[in-house]
Every structure is written in C-alpha cells, then in structure tokens.
C-alpha cells in the first residue's frame, strides 16, 4: 500500500502555502536570532492577507496534473499546467519566465531548458513545487524517486536540480508515511550527487541550538538546490511543529519563502490538517484553493486503493 492519508496531504499542502506566505516578506534578508524571527513571523500573521508566489502556483500546477492528467508525468502536459496557471506578478524568476516564453514559442520542454540553462539549472524550483509527489507515492520509494525526476526534467536538467527534488520528495514521503521526521532520517535521504549528500551529512550533524546564522553559513540559504534543500530539511526536523519550522527558515535568511515551503511541507505530512491553525485560513491567500486541492489528490489516492490513514 502507498499514497500518504489524507490528513497528510492536508497538512503538507497547506503547510507549503503557510511557508511560502510567511518567508516571502523576508526574502534575500540576513539571518537574525530566534527572537526575532518570532517577532517577523508574528509580524507578517498580523496583516491582513500574505500573498503566496510562484513557489504555490507551481506546486498547484504540478498537483492539477497529478491529480487530472497524469500521475506518473508527462512533460508536455506538466508544461501545459505550468503555462495556464503562470502569473508573472508572482515572483518567477528570470530563468521560468524565459522558459515560459520558448514554451508559448512552440519549443519543447527539452529544448526550452538546455536553452536557457546550457548545462542545466541546478536551482531549486523542482524542489519547492515537488511535495505532491511525495503525497502521491509515499511508501514506494522508488516510485518516489522516478516520479520526481520526471517532475524536475521539464525545467531541470542539471543533476543536482533533480536530485534536489528527489530529496525533497523523499522527505515528505517518508513524513507522511511515518508520521515523524527528525535529525536521524537526514543521512537516510537518497542524495545520489555530492553536493546533496554533503550538504545532508552536514544537517544531519548540525545541532538544533546552533545560531541561525552558522545554520545558514554551514548549509545555505540560495536559491539553488544544494544550498537551501539541506537548510530545509534541517528546518523541518528540529522544529517541532509547522510554525517552529517556518520560523526558523525565516531566522536563516536568503530564500526564505522557498526554504520555509520545503520545510513547513515536511513538518505538515507529520503534523496533519490539525497542525495548521484555524486562523490563517483567514490570511493565507489561495488556502481554500490549496485545500481543495489537497482534497483532490486525496481522493486521487484513495480511488486507487492506497489511502492508509483515513
């Protein structure tokens, strides 16, 4: 049996928008004490919407297909997907929004990424959106893995932006399919390139009260895939809950709307739809969009006989 319950899903996708919508005003800052980031983080629940970006629109796209094309991924319609929900206003970077065009252009997803990225992006824009794939096939990993890579080849070809995507899935799988996730499972991710497995090595030994800002030296904080996927799966096992998770990503500075989705995915697999408070409902925007879609790919699993937990 695989496919996490839907209690998972819930809470991993709404933690994802929770993350996104509270890093984002911190983007590209310094890191700060814990304090303070308590304070930002309280700071940015007080207004009266948070507004998600390019990292919701993507995993929303990648669930659409999932869910309603095909759950295995086809490049072509992924992309299709991508283009229909693709908003410029939401913070894509120049990279996405160049492949966006040669996709409007005609050019295939092959030829529009070795394009852009001669060498492949390394970035880590399959890692933020891939958590649905992780919902999906959690307790068969290495569907988990082939999935993921399939996920990442539309936009990254570079095997360290793959890879990273294939740990973040790993990540939410094995939160989902546990109900846990703590410093011990770090060193267990699958990292098949070097710059993940060191960066994971390196989080799996970095303790939970060292100062955010030798966190953020040691493990990174950019927006590419080996600098901020450890950073957020370290996040994620030594905050205790969603909100400890997204406050520490917010401490780390850099990419923190990214970092803070990762995370905050992870610790909501675990956590479940309770774990995400009542009252953002009111200030996340899309959380009634992202809801709904949690609920699609829920019963996505469910009609084929893997929903476990309910």
């Not at 700060?32 to 796209?61: H, M, P």
């Not at 996040?235 to 780390?252: E, K, N, Y």
């Not at 829920?298 to 009609?303: E, L």
């Amino acid at each position: 049996m695989a496919g996490a319950g839907r209690d998972a899903v819930v809470g991993a996708l709404l933690g994802a928008l929770a993350g996104d919508c509270i890093g984002a005003p911190y983007e590209g800052g310094r890191p700060v004490g814990r304090e303070a980031a308590v304070r930002r983080v309280d700071r940015a629940l007080s207004r009266r919407i948070l507004r998600y970006t390019d990292d919701t629109e993507l995993l929303l796209a990648l669930t659409d297909h999932l869910v309603d094309d095909d759950d295995r991924v086809d490049g072509d319609r992924l992309v299709r997907r991508m283009r229909e929900r693709f908003d410029p206003r939401r913070g894509y970077g120049a990279g996405m929004r160049r492949l966006v065009e040669l996709w409007r252009a005609g050019r295939t997803p092959g030829e529009a990424t070795t394009a852009v990225f001669p060498d492949g992006s390394y970035g880590n824009g399959a890692a933020m959106r891939v958590a649905p794939v992780g919902l999906r096939w959690a307790g068969q990993p290495d569907q988990v893995t082939d999935v993921a890579t399939r996920s990442a080849r539309v936009t990254h070809v570079h095997p360290v932006g793959i890879d990273g995507a294939v740990v973040q899935a790993h990540a939410v799988a094995r939160a989902a399919s546990t109900g846990a996730f703590t410093r011990a499972d770090l060193a267990d991710l699958p990292a098949s390139t070097p710059q993940l497995r060191d960066g994971l090595d390196v989080a799996a030994h970095t303790d939970p009260a060292t100062a955010p800002a030798a966190v953020a030296d040691a493990l990174g904080t950019a927006p590419v895939a080996h600098r901020s996927v450890p950073a957020a799966v370290w996040c994620a096992a030594t905050g205790g809950d969603v909100l400890q998770a997204i406050t520490l990503a917010v401490a780390l500075g850099g990419d923190t709307d990214t970092i803070a989705t990762m995370a905050a995915a992870i610790r909501g697999a675990v956590a479940g739809a309770s774990g995400i408070p009542a009252a953002w409902a009111a200030v996340l925007e899309g959380h009634a969009e992202v809801r709904d879609a949690a609920d699609r790919l829920s019963v996505r699993i469910a009609g084929d006989g893997t929903d476990h937990a309910g």
